[in-house]
């Protein structure tokens, strides 16, 4: 019974709802900025190498790591391969688009975030809560979005990272599934808490030295891969396209076409 409730919720939304909302929110925004995130992005490179004036605060570095840590986990490795696996080449093409039209949303709602943050005694405060209660004035939504955000991140994204990554040693001789999932979790528990037990500046050292090492080492290896793969290049942009707008394919069965797992790929990289 749970099963079916939660599966008919997933369908309503991620079928129908999230795609429209966001789509709809990103072509909006990036009309509304003129392209901003195409258009101020030697100014977001600069900012990046900003520091705090009064050398205390967090730097640009260091909050980019964080939202970075938050955003890209085994979920944007394993979910790409599983859309290109179902929806065929042209969802890449998908991914790449939703990805930009996101940029400006996200644009947004960071700059929404700086405008409405509180300062604390041990630093500031903010985010889509701050912005829900103070700029469109519903409280009570922005508590029920703190609720319901920390069931997600407690439930649902750590959840799904700490099994895929436990997933991820079932290939060698010395998985047990009785016991090397337990043991992988008492890890990573250990290691989370020793972060967030920390507060929010050992939270910002910790992704300031880990979310570099894995960004550098995720490109490298994609690098190394389509190296090796070199010459199957052009073959592949030519079939990413060339399914991309397959008009047959795609209406044929809009729900599993390369268009809708894109859409849905590039969303939940959002």
Known sequence: MLDKLIALVN????????IIALVAGGL???LRTKGAQFRLLGEQLRAVTEKPKDGKGVSSFQALMVSTASRVGTGNIIGVSTALCLGGFGAMFWMWVIALIGGATALIESTLAQIYKKRGPDGAYGGPAYYIEKGIGLKWLAILFSVVLIITYGVGFNMLASYNLQ???????????????????AVLAVLVGY????????IMRATGVLVPVMGIV???????????????????????????????????GFGGSCVMFGIKRG????
Do not use: Q
């Not at 972060?195 to 050992?202: A, D, I, P, T, V």
């Open 28 to 30: 909006y925004f990036t």
């Open 195 to 202: 972060c967030l037990l920390g507060g929010g500046k050992r």
């Open 218 to 252: 995720y490109i490298l290896v994609a690098v190394v891969l389509v190296l090796i793969n070199v010459k199957t290049l052009p073959s592949v942009f030519a079939e990413i396209f060339k399914n991309a707008f397959d008009l047959r394919a795609i209406f044929g």
């Open 11 to 18: 369908e309503a939304l991620y079928s129908y709802i999230l």
């Open 167 to 185: 997933s991820t040693f079932s290939v060698y001789s010395f998985y047990n599934a009785k016991v090397t999932p337990w043991v992988i979790g």
């Open 267 to 270: 969303l939940f990289s959002n």
